[in-house]
DNA sequence: ACTTCGATGCTCT
DNA sequence: GAGCATCGAAGTA
């Protein structure tokens, strides 16, 4: 896995390379929201994904010739966002400047501000807070217009990398959620066992184990 | 300006 | 598990 998210300051040129590599060493790390307030929202992330044109079937930029305009024009290690049935999701670029590739983060175990979050976010269920792409981007409040091309060190969006590495038999790997093309491919990455792990299920039998 | 589509979420059964 | 609300991006004109 990528050295930068295993220990140190996970900076921008450390998220460059194969979205895959580093959507599975990006499962364990926790991202940390700081508000204009001053108040620290954070959590663990239990689920992603990885997309990489143009050899990912599933990847929307890849079947064009050219690429969403704001994920083509940005660096790797900064934050975008990908927007899906009218809601926005969280992703980290993963390759340089004109090529479209990223990893987008799926879902997250509060674990500080989980208050504030429900403000954001009112579930009845604690449960169905951010277990979902989009759920975690409402529940930390992130206004995509502010995130959007700035850096995964930034002070108001960051990643700390998990204390200690993950087992293996931890993570579980799985197809893809919410896709037509590149069904085939293990591409999602989940805790095991975690409660946290988004509902939706994968469109194809567990790669691996299950 | 208009049309289509989707890496979703919510609200019912 | 099925149906629909929703809106940004891309393609077409």
Known sequence: MPAAVQAGEPAPSHFAGDPVSIARA?????????????????????ETEAYDCPRDPACTAGRFHAARSAEMAIAPGHW??????????????CRPKGVSASVLIRAIEPLEGLGQMLTFRPVTRERDLSNGPA????????????????????????????????????????????????????????????????????????????
């Open 26 to 46: 990006l499962l364990g790390a926790t991202l940390v929201r700081v508000l204009d307030s001053g108040e620290r929202l954070s959590g663990r992330i239990v």
């Open 80 to 93: 975008l966002f990908w927007a899906a049935h009218g809601h926005p999701l969280l992703q980290v670029s």
């Open 135 to 210: 759920k975690l981007v409402y529940a930390l409040g992130l206004n995509p217009a502010q995130i959007a091309g700035t850096r995964v060190d930034s002070p108001a969006l960051h990643l700390r990398p998990a204390e200690t590495p993950l087992a293996d038999d931890a993570v579980r790997v799985t197809a893809r959620v919410g896709i037509k093309e590149g069904r085939h491919l293990p591409w999602r990455f989940t805790l095991r066992g975690n409660p946290w792990v988004s509902p939706a299920l994968p469109s194809m039998a567990v790669v691996g184990d299950g």
